[in-house]
């Protein structure tokens, strides 16, 4: 019922940047809560940022002052710029949105299927 498409993955050398995309569509009456997690391999997946729907962003620690989190809720979409990147944080990013698909219905979160970020020379 919801589908939440990213886009913006890719490779990237260290120390640039780059600007992920999710859009979140179909049966929606209200979305809170969007945001990034990124798994690298053999690794467990990580929370790397939040924005709730007024506004209010968290940061993982690692990304603070790198990463920027925004959204635009007309559109339902979630955005990721990330700037100094490292080798390190390769890894495929996932987006999630807590949507309520109709008035008195639970949230629930939903998951993108994952874009690769490859950051290396």
């Known amino acids: 019922q919801v589908q939440l498409v990213e886009s913006g993955g890719g490779l990237v050398q260290p120390g640039g940047s780059l600007r992920l995309s999710c859009a979140a569509s179909?049966?929606?009456?209200?979305?809170?809560?969007m945001g990034w997690y990124r798994q690298a391999p053999g690794k467990e997946r990580e929370r790397v940022a939040r924005?709730?729907?007024?506004?209010?962003?968290n940061y993982a620690d690692s990304v603070k002052g790198r990463f920027t989190i925004s959204r635009d809720n007309a559109k339902n979409t979630v955005y990721l710029q990330m700037s100094s990147l490292k080798p390190e944080e390769s890894a495929v990013y996932y987006c999630?949105?807590?949507?309520?698909?109709?008035?008195?219905?639970?949230?629930?979160?939903?998951w993108g299927q994952g874009t690769q970020v490859t950051v290396s020379s």
């Open positions: 179909g049966s929606i009456f209200s979305i809170n809560a």
């Open positions: 924005i709730l729907s007024g506004g209010n962003t």
């Open positions: 999630y949105a807590d949507a309520m698909v109709e008035y008195g219905s639970t949230w629930n979160r939903h």
